[in-house]
């Protein structure tokens, strides 16, 4: 029986993105979608990419309500703003939905370090701090068993997830230096969200590239040092550095660490990941000779991740490409519903990259 | 049960985008891939998009022989250079495999017609011009009938398929004149195919649109006019203009026509089509107002037209966005496949564009 | 003795656009430069790209005020809100000071045509008119005598520049029909302004092509009627079809006519332009075979045209290619000022396009 | 007087970047063009870009053959590929030409390293190891003095340009480790050459991003390391990163290192910037808050460049932006040319970038 789920948030583009994938969900349908700003619109008005598309394409969007979702749906997936998602999740919660979240609300394990990043004068504090130890990281490569029984799902940032993917194994085998990481990411437009600003405006981002919220100044800075923490056993020290890139979607990022052992070679590093990939349904890695592009995992759940040595400085460089809106957001948001549903762990994406 | 399927010329854009939609194909699995000079790879290789895809990416690539495929599959997707595919589509047919060709070979129903823009030295004349008649014309919203019953299937090319979809249901319905048809074209680069060539150079490319082939001179010309003259019961007359974008897939086409009766209203002819495509399961007329966008049927087998008419010069303008490879090539094949095998014509196509 | 030129409206494209051609000129410098919201900001600030450029980088933007103006420059650049500018021209104007506007006020010769296509409810006639008859419309290929007297310069639109540099010489010549003249144009994004808004969003744009203000809604559309129909010596109708294109800058026009006498042949049009072109600095009428590439001219102020005719359907195809923020705006600005200051016609303006 | 210039490689994307500088150059002209394979074209039939540019357009392309270039010009732009531009530029020496080498063949000072990373089967050696002493490093902002009597000028890569303008001063002040730099690059398309293949295919690029000859592999790493080394008075290590990007033009580096003293704020860094390019007309460093973006400086010989420090990691993080054709290529060679010819330096180069 096709099981009913929710999209809070559906008039952005994660949650257009959990659309489309849920709607070609054989295991279940889409039962409700919600944005407050859109509602009374039909979903193919927002999202003309659903225009026919059959149970989605002509779903009325709807303003928000806790009680109505949960008679409609067991499951909902949350694409708010931070702030407002931790409500939301925790009202739904109550109701005995399963929530996925896709803000990161439930992301930082510590409330404190939450208010630094994420406070406002007008909610300095976690809106739902009681729920940030029910809630699991949903990153199934590396909290697969606990997703299992999630009844609320954090779902990772998409820089996180691309950063943590290529390295976390080599800290989780102690290859290399906890100290020192440099994150350095490329992304898509996408990941700016559906907003207009100058920042976005084609015309400003077109055949340009820059570094943002350079030197610690990105929120998913913490969250990178939270997980990457946990795999090393001991507090890392990174630095990230975010770069806008005329494309919509896609995450590549390389990350620089130093050896613990200076004699190991790249086969050795990509051995450790290999053998830490070993039965992973959604990460290739690569073997020597090819890099990791974004292009070739556009509109996939899946993670290229590579790793090389440099002989003269003696930098490990571990590098992973995803889909920021597929593996960084709505994707693994499913991936982690079809966990916490006892369902196969692929259910619904399968496919490649769309290419080219 | 699984039927099993082949995939000749899988090194090319056209038989990428068949495998990617093959792969998630409910009733088929891929049994064989051929490329002459790929031939010894993984298909992984030659695509990394398909990296880790269950049956796929794996899959050992061959060097085309007719009696291979038809001792593995009962459905082949030939994309091979015209020319080349009529005798391998031929080989295939005689073996009782049903061949879906996705080149130029079978869509003109005159082999005269095929020799003056098809023939070279070496092969001047049609290779098979015994089974153009037993070729199907890959439409469906055309030929939907005798496509349930096709041996060979003669994909429609790109630009046809955007021009005949938004412009035919008028021609059908005598609301146009049939002299004096304009198509002004716009179209990405993948529909030049793989091969390296300075103009598709992204340098060349890059910020830049030009038309290319103008005034008759583009190979999709008389395919046009056979399908439109089908539609008028008698010869129309029209230009073609081809544009190369700045982006990867995607057309828009936008038709031109004079209306036979000037009092006509936009909305007349929106009826018009909105009859024509009722039921149709990837056609969507789009209401007045809306425009069609190649953004919004990316990676889909959608088709979005519209209809409007201008009140100076009296021109009715009919636009179409499609994606070159899926409703312009591969996609609109599987929807043939679908058709032929008595399968629900919807099956492993049912998702919406891949927007943003 | 260099001669001192202001800038209104420095914050938007077309400003940045004349403040760059002008800062390279010989004949002028930047005396000043407003832009009222981002008054009291260094240039550079506001246009990074001018950051270190000497005599514009550190320019202090103002709050425009006429008398200010006319006490520090002999002419301005008007690149205003329509309504608004005509308010300013017409300030300056009275001051003394060369105005060339770079906005749609002074391009309708008939303030009632302006009424009905630019009017709004708080400014429902044209604030100006009187000075209507006074403006010379800024295309020098088409009114060179008038604008070496001009003192006020209204400046061509983009789109009409497009259009009329290739078709308007063969209404001259009394070649093509003057009614049913169809306009498929496709622009970059830069002609939307630099005001942030969904449309003009990376990634809605990114990818995906459409047409918008299709079938007579665009402003645009009153501009090349009225000088086509100057050009023919009667009443044209035309249908004007502007497309957005994921690229910055350029614009391609395609214009489609029916020839008056069906047996010429494109040499036959070729020459005519080449021959209404002959000594002039800007435009390249391209040899057979070769069709115009919006790539080739940006940043310049050259115009590509070029002209073919399609033997089954009799229709004579003439192309532009401009960058429509040059040859389309600014350049243009600068060309006329060259003319009406008696300059050489090609000072500041020589360089050949940005490629790749 | 104008002096005679030649452009030797003038089908290439630096050989046409040379073109459109000098043309526009006022104490210059363009008296001749070499190309192989393109000799007997004009040059606007291989570059549409100039088509009508006065001077340039019509001008014919010759066999390179040294003693007519020396009959010709007294300044030579080589553009050759590795190894044939060496000794192109020893038969123009040897005639007294001043020869400006936009290759790589004299930018190694050890002919030894030169073997190693650019030796072939064909020619494993320098083919002109006695000229390398008389060669001078093309970075005005390094070698200026030597550049005003230089005789050959080796210009720098495209990419060590971008990594040694922010970094040098930083290691000459002895203000940055010398062991373990690592550089971060992003590069456009136009930087592998106008060639055909694969890799530059529109198709391939678009919407992704990849890092490619990583881990040493990439020939620009030996001559970064050269320079830097030359910076800190001892050998650096270092570890680069090059990155394609889809866009055409520019380059933004990251380089990370570590502070030889980490009580030092960005600020410190930012005024040894700041001092260190006090008076220099082509590199603006950024203020505090902003970072380079490669669309600023498109078009124009400038640098934009900024300091960040890490609070968490201690990781000084040094940014430049420029445009890989001209900066990092032709206009860095004009900009030695006018030093060795004893013009101001930035004569012909003044313009800001084109933006957007």
Known sequence: ?????????????????????????????????????????????????????PSVGELAIEAFDADAVASKAEIAFVGLPHGQSASAVAALHQRGVLAIDLSADFRLRDPDVYARWYGSDEQPAHPAPELIARAVYGLPERYRDSLRSAEIVACPGCYPTSAILPIAPLLDAGLVETSGLIVDAKTGVSGAGRGASASVHFSEIGEGVRAYKVAGRHRHTPEMAQELSAAAGQPVTLLFTPHLLPMVRGILACVYARPTDPSRSADD?????????????????????RTPDTAHVRGSNRAHVAVEVDADSGFVLAMAAIDNLVKGSSGQAVQCMNLARGWSETTGLESGGLFP
Chains 1, 2, 3, 4 share one sequence.
């Open 1 to 53: 029986m096709s099981v009913p789920v929710a999209v809070v948030g559906a008039s952005g583009y994660t949650g257009a993105e959990a659309l489309r994938l849920l709607a070609q969900h054989p295991k279940v349908h889409v039962a409700a979608a919600y944005a407050r700003r859109a509602a009374g619109s039909r979903l193919a008005d927002v999202f003309p990419q659903f225009d026919g598309v």
């Open 269 to 289: 590093y990509r051995e450790a990941l290999t053998e830490a990939y070993a039965g992973e349904p959604f990460v290739s890695v690569l073997p020597a000779g």
